[in-house]
């Protein structure tokens, strides 16, 4: 099994911390984000990790981590990024965005999942985002589950709050069959949607969100499995994000507040 971190992008929300930084090198707790999640995965036994760089790529040096560089981050997203390692689609992959941390527990869960196209939820994620935004309807997309606790939407921002499941976290897994899927599917967008809007977000192909990708697999037919959470993650996504986490521990209570584990 592979693991691929997103860090390609700008991270123009933490523009005050990030000017000639990615973001998943900010530094917490003595480590950077991606350092801990590098740590992270092979605490569980992941060796094989690659990390997509594109904003100040130089920044981002690991030894033992293979890299890939998505030259046009300035005007693509998270989609474009994994799809410039589509070379490495050739084995069970987990995928994490390079702005959060996630337990021990959620990662060996995930490891284990056995279908094709597996997204980490959050079930108790109002609590996070009151201890975050002091509110729950700010900063929302939409996420509906069905019985068999599989996605059949996701990814409009700003929904009724009632009308979300959970909490999407940017943490998936995708089989190596699942792979070649998404691939062929991305081809036949590539041609279709270059200049054209493709799923929610509204945004032609290469600046799609993984949250379309996800819409995409599920019109198609495909079966995207929620694998359901209770916290067990952070993300450092604006200025505030990062200087709260930052507080909460210095002051030792971010298992208190949001039940996370570093």
Not at 51 to 61: D, L, P, T, Y
Not at 107 to 126: C, E, H, I, P, Q
Not at 163 to 168: E, W
Request: hydrophobic share 35%; glycine share 6%; charged share 30%.
């Amino acid at each position: 099994m592979k693991a691929v971190i997103l860090a390609a992008g700008q991270g123009t929300r933490l523009k005050k911390y990030t000017e000639n930084l990615p973001k998943g090198m900010l530094t917490f707790m003595g480590k950077t984000i991606i350092s801990r999640q590098i740590e992270m995965y092979r605490k569980c036994g992941i060796e094989d990790i690659i990390v997509v760089r594109g904003f100040a790529a130089e920044k981002i040096s690991y030894e033992g981590v293979r890299y890939y560089t998505n030259e046009d981050y300035a005007n693509t997203n998270m989609v474009e990024s994994l799809m410039t390692a589509k070379i490495e689609f050739d084995e069970d992959m987990l995928v994490s965005y390079s702005d959060i941390l996630f337990e021990e527990e959620m990662l060996r869960t995930m490891m284990k999942a056995s279908a094709d196209y597996v997204v980490a939820v959050d079930d108790n994620w109002k609590e996070y985002w009151k201890k975050r935004y002091g509110r729950i309807d700010y900063d929302t997309e939409s996420l509906s589950i069905d019985e068999n606790n599989h996605i059949v939407e996701l990814g409009l921002e700003n929904p009724k709050v009632q009308d979300i499941d959970a909490r999407y976290v940017g943490l998936l897994k995708f089989s190596k069959e699942g792979l070649k899927s998404i691939e062929a599917l991305m081809e036949n967008a590539y041609r279709k949607y270059e200049d054209e809007p493709w799923q929610q977000s509204g945004k032609p192909v290469r600046k799609a969100y993984m949250t379309d990708l996800l819409n995409a697999l599920i019109e198609s037919g495909k079966k995207v499995e929620a694998k359901r959470f209770c916290n067990g993650w952070i993300e450092f996504d604006t200025n505030e994000d990062y200087e709260k986490a930052c507080e909460w521990a210095e002051n030792g209570n971010i298992q208190e507040l949001i039940e996370f584990t570093i």
